[in-house]
């Protein structure tokens, strides 16, 4: 038979690779630890057995290790994976809008008629990209795709005064992409007069 038929390198070879080394790392510290005991009688050794309950446990703490870390990293990582992949909180996907080919006009007419269908999330949205396409066409801030709320928040105390509409509408931004709080008409209001505080400097 060719050795060419053996699986080298899938999941499977790997993990009993994996698992062999921590069979043998853990046969070679027994080996020390005996080495290292007083000279008691050559009978006492570990019962085969007890190498088992060890290399059951190690394996479960290794297991329950990954779990804690994986689902540390989920809870760190999630608000960015929903808005990577445009979803909202409540789990259904957002109209996708692309701000640097939209006009500020037409931003505003996609706010007043998500506005009227009773989508408050989507009209505050559009009203946040009706600003940024404003600060871009008035060359305040360029459109920056990597950028954050934060980031804009930075660089707009900076720029411009004062910056209370900006903070209103950017933190609702915030609140419906990375919050589980529901938008209410309120909310589309204040963001509506934030930016007519805005357009009016």
């Known amino acids: 038979m060719s050795t060419d038929n053996f699986e080298k390198g899938g999941w499977d070879w790997q993990f009993s690779q994996f698992q062999q080394q921590v069979g043998e790392w853990l046969e070679y510290q027994s080996y020390r630890f005996e080495r290292v005991l007083p000279n008691w009688s050559p009978a006492w050794k570990f019962a085969p057995w007890l ?119 950017i933190t609702t931004h915030e609140q419906l992409c990375f919050g589980n709080a529901e938008i209410l008409p309120e909310n589309y209001e204040q963001c509506r007069q934030a930016y007519q505080e805005i357009i009016q400097k």
């Open 51 to 169: 190498g088992g309950v060890l290399n059951f446990l190690s394996w479960l703490l290794l297991g329950l290790f990954v779990t804690v870390i994986l689902w540390r990293l989920w809870g760190a990582l999630n608000p960015y994976l929903y808005a990577w992949f445009n979803i909202d909180s409540s789990g259904g996907k957002m109209a996708k809008i692309s701000t640097p080919d939209v006009s500020v006009a037409n931003l505003l007419e996609r706010s007043q008629s998500f506005y009227r269908q009773g989508n408050y999330r989507e009209a505050c949205r559009c009203l946040y990209l009706a600003i940024l396409q404003h600060l871009h066409d008035t060359k305040i801030i360029t459109h920056k795709p990597s950028r954050t709320d934060n980031e804009y928040l930075q660089l707009l105390r900076s720029a411009v005064t004062p910056i209370q509409p900006y903070e209103t509408v």
